[in-house]
């Protein structure tokens, strides 16, 4: 399974996001910051069709919302 998560750098919740992955001690989301790259903010655009963050792509899919983008780390731990 593919995980990326879309973040911006200021964004109170990406950073709830993140720190969930941290607390699980995640190695398998990529982080794709859209404000350090133009390549990652055209992607979140393209495939999810909107510019909002934290946007968890799982397998190519969107799952916006940090709650829940959180509830979906929870019951699908890293294997």
């Known amino acids: 399974m593919k995980l990326e998560l879309f973040v911006g750098t200021t964004c109170p919740y990406c950073h709830l996001v993140q720190k969930e992955i941290e607390k699980q001690g995640r190695t398998d989301v990529e982080i794709c910051n859209i404000d ?16 909002q963050v934290p946007c968890l792509f799982i397998d190519g899919s969107p799952l916006y919302e940090s709650q829940d983008i959180v509830k979906w780390l929870r019951k699908n731990p890293q294997q």
């Open 36 to 51: 350090l790259s133009a390549e990652n903010q055209k992607r979140l655009v393209e495939v999810g069709g909107k510019r």
